[in-house]
C-alpha cells in the first residue's frame, strides 16, 4: 500500500530525529571520553600558552606602551572636560551583588564547584581551600550562577602585600585595585575565565556538555 504525503512527510521527520539524537548521543560520548577530554585539555593548555606569550610580547613592546599611556592622557583630559554630572534624585533599583536568587540546578552547580580549591593557586602547584565564587558572566544573565571559578581572595578581590608581590606575580585580583588586577593583567597569569571554566568543571566532576552553548554567546574579554 502506498503511503500519502503526510505519513511520506512524518517517516523523513522521525528519521531526522532519529538521525540527531545519534549524533547528539555521539557528540556527548565523545566530550565524556577521558583520552579526549585529556587531548582537549592539552590543547587548550597549548593554547593559553601562546596567548600568554603573545600579550607578554604585546605590553613589553615600546610602541604599545606609549599608545597606552597617550589614551590614558587622552581619557583624563576628556574626564577634565566633561561637566559635572547631577547627582539622581531617585534611588536606582538593584539587584545588588548577590543578584538573582540560583536555581535549583545552578545552587547544585556552586555547591560543587565551591567544594574546590583556588583553580588559579592550582594551576600554579598551590592548594588554597579557602575561596570565594567569582561569577564569570555576571549574577543576573541566564546560567549566570553556574559559571562560576572558586578562587581565593587573591586572585578574586583583595591585594597582596607589596612584598609578596614579587614572589608570587600571578596572585592579582581579577577585580582590579588600583593599578592591580584587572582581567587583561590577570590572564597573562591564569589563563582566560573560560579556559578556567572547562578545568572547573572537569574537577568537580560536572557534565562538559553544559559548557558547549557559551560560545558566541559569551564572547572572551
Keep these: 500500500m502506498a503511503l500519502t504525503i503526510a505519513e511520506k512527510l512524518q517517516r523523513q521527520r522521525e528519521k531526522q530525529k532519529q538521525s540527531m539524537e545519534r549524533a547528539r548521543a555521539k557528540q556527548i ?3 565524556n571520553d577521558p583520552e579526549e577530554r585529556q587531548q582537549r585539555f592539552k590543547k587548550q593548555l597549548q593554547q593559553q600558552e601562546r596567548q600568554r606569550q603573545r600579550q607578554i610580547e604585546r605590553l613589553n613592546d615600546p610602541e604599545y606602551k606609549k599608545k597606552q599611556r597617550d589614551k590614558q592622557q587622552q581619557r583624563i583630559e576628556r574626564q577634565k572636560a566633561k561637566p559635572v554630572a547631577k547627582k539622581p534624585t531617585k534611588k536606582i533599583a538593584s539587584k545588588g551583588l548577590k543578584g538573582r536568587t540560583p536555581t535549583v540546578e545552578e545552587r ?3 555547591d560543587a564547584i565551591g567544594r574546590l580549591p583556588c583553580i588559579a ?3 600554579h602547584g598551590r ?4 575561596i570565594s565564587l567569582h561569577h564569570v558572566f555576571g549574577r543576573v544573565g541566564e546560567r549566570a550562577h553556574a559559571y562560576v571559578l572558586p578562587l581565593c581572595c587573591y586572585h578574586h578581590d583583595t ?3 607589596a612584598e609578596k608581590r614579587a614572589q608570587y606575580p600571578d596572585m592579582i585580583p581579577i577585580h582590579a585595585k588600583g593599578k592591580y588586577g584587572v582581567k587583561a593583567q590577570w590572564k597573562i597569569h591564569n589563563g582566560t575565565e573560560i579556559e578556567l571554566l572547562f578545568k572547573v568543571y572537569n574537577l568537580a566532576g560536572l557534565p562538559l556538555e553544559s559548557l558547549e552553548n557559551i560560545y558566541p554567546k559569551h564572547s572572551e574579554h
Excluded: D, S, T
Excluded at 592548594?127 to 579557602?130: A, D, L, S, T, Y
Design 127 to 130: 592548594e588554597n581551600p579557602v
Design 108 to 110: 547544585r552547580i556552586m
Design 121 to 123: 593557586c592550582w594551576l
Design 159 to 161: 591585594l597582596l602585600e
Design 29 to 31: 560520548a565523545k566530550m
